[in-house]
């Protein structure tokens, strides 16, 4: 029996000290078992940075660290595709175009990217379309680059507009972007515009002024103190024949820009500019001239939130059944598209008017923990929306690391509560702008990118809260 009994250890015994030892080599095991996968995503995490990022820079989130789902037990968000395969294209031969030219190849590589078959519908108002739109600009200034002509002939505008379709498609370009940016091929002709030549634009025109304008834009002042755009709407009117009814009626500008001489004439101005420079300042040029369009409007669709005015009419207070009907209504918002933080704050106001119209006057944005990114759709290994930069961006695409785009986490913000219920625009520009205050310590509340097998980055954009690089992994 003595035989089995456990020795007496005696404190300071080299018996005790070796028992003590192997309890605490048990537990150490235990704890760096269940911390090892933190631990090793962290450092995985920081590999890509080769040195100390500033607060400014991005943060690089490895394609690895996307969690690889073999059998998944219930379908993958949107923002995580399947990429098509790219292919030749098989072109007309009617369009007298060389498409292997290597900056024409360049401007149709970006805008294959831009509008990936999958993100396409997602990006498109922001990423997709203005950037399909600078291209088929650049394309009409490319193809009479060598004539007096500023439009392609009506037999092949047809023929050139198909072959431009069929080279994006090869790319893994989504199908369908005529119809999702509204863009056909008599964008080509120059349609009811009066002018149509080289020789005929530059009599009308001050071309000198123009392009003076419109060669290098100030991305950060064009779009609330413009000086390329009014003087391409300015060279629009010269040529359309209607300069001089601008100026005798000043009521007729509603109606004018309406019209589709105006468009058409914009079209060609926008020809003569693409002859002018270069293709990645054209492409810089249009692309800002969109941004400044697009971020003026909220491009959701809104239904009548009557369910959260019931739940949230006469609150005062944070309620359960008000915030989960806003939460809910906002979800639903949320899963349109990507949108940008400007945009955010308009969409934010204008949903913020229609509850206060309807009588909900307490501000339940504040309640209810509503941020500007909740209105935006989440990227895939993010719990809040991803809001994009008003400033243009682009889709990156490569066949080691998937797609990526750049999410703009400053915007981390309370939602603007309208003051009035007959809010019909807002004012993004100073001094008329009012942007919601920055966040303090106690409104981060869902800093960072949590999700599960993914905490490791709460600390990563707590650090750095400005940007995120998010990565699309292709498997």
Not at 198 to 211: A, D, G, I, Y
Not at 316 to 333: E, Q, V
Request: with cysteine; proline share 8%; net charge negative.
């Amino acid at each position: 029996m003595g035989f089995f009994q456990l020795p007496i250890c005696y404190k300071g015994s080299l018996c005790c000290q070796l028992f003590l030892f192997f309890i605490c080599l048990l537990i150490f095991q235990h704890v760096t078992a269940q911390q090892t996968q933190p631990s090793s995503l962290l450092e995985f995490a920081k590999e890509p940075v080769s040195e100390q990022p500033g607060l400014f820079d991005p943060i690089d989130i490895s394609p690895a660290l996307i969690p690889k789902y073999q059998y998944p037990i219930e379908p993958l968000p949107p923002m995580y595709p399947i990429f098509p395969t790219r292919y030749e294209p098989i072109l007309s031969g009617k369009c007298p175009v060389n498409f292997s030219n290597s900056e024409l190849s360049i401007i149709l590589d970006k805008t294959a990217a831009d509008c990936s078959a999958p993100l396409a519908p997602l990006v498109g108002n922001v990423i997709c379309c203005p950037q399909f739109s600078s291209l088929i600009h650049i394309f009409q200034g490319f193809f009479t680059n060598n004539t007096d002509q500023l439009v392609l002939p009506d037999t092949v505008a047809d023929h050139c507009f198909s072959d431009i379709m069929s080279v994006l498609a090869g790319r893994a370009a989504n199908s369908t972007l005529p119809t999702l940016c509204s863009i056909k091929s008599s964008n080509f002709t120059g349609g009811s515009c009066p002018v149509k030549d080289v020789s005929t634009f530059e009599k009308t025109v001050n071309t000198s002024k123009l392009l003076e304008a419109c060669s290098t834009i100030d991305q950060l002042k064009e779009c609330c103190r413009p000086i390329c755009q009014p003087a391409i709407m300015n060279a629009a009117l010269q040529i359309s024949g209607r300069q001089m009814m601008f100026n005798d009626n000043e009521n007729v500008v509603g109606e004018m820009n309406h019209t589709d001489y105006l468009h058409d004439c914009k079209g060609v101005v926008y020809s003569y500019i693409s002859k002018k420079l270069s293709f990645e300042a054209a492409d810089t040029a249009f692309r800002i001239l969109s941004a400044c369009k697009v971020n003026k409007v909220c491009p959701l669709t809104f239904k009548e939130p009557s369910e959260v005015i019931s739940a949230c009419q006469n609150v005062a207070a944070p309620s359960p059944s008000c915030c989960n009907s806003l939460h809910t209504y906002i979800a639903w918002l949320q899963k349109q598209m990507l949108i940008t933080n400007k945009q955010a704050i308009i969409c934010a106001t204008l949903f913020g008017s229609m509850l206060r119209k309807g009588g909900v006057l307490t501000n339940v944005y504040e309640l209810c923990d509503v941020d500007l990114n909740d209105f935006s759709l989440p990227a895939y290994g993010l719990p809040e929306g991803c809001l994009l930069r008003s400033l243009p961006a682009n889709v990156i695409s490569d066949n080691s690391s998937g797609i990526s785009f750049t999410c703009d986490l400053s915007e981390n913000v309370a939602a603007p509560w309208p003051s009035s219920s007959s809010i019909t625009s807002v004012s993004l520009c100073a001094p008329e702008m009012s942007l919601p205050a920055l966040p303090t310590s106690q409104t981060f509340k869902n800093i960072g990118c949590n999700s599960s097998g993914m905490g490791f980055l709460v600390l990563i954009f707590f650090i750095f809260p400005l940007q995120c690089i998010v990565v699309l992994k292709r498997f």
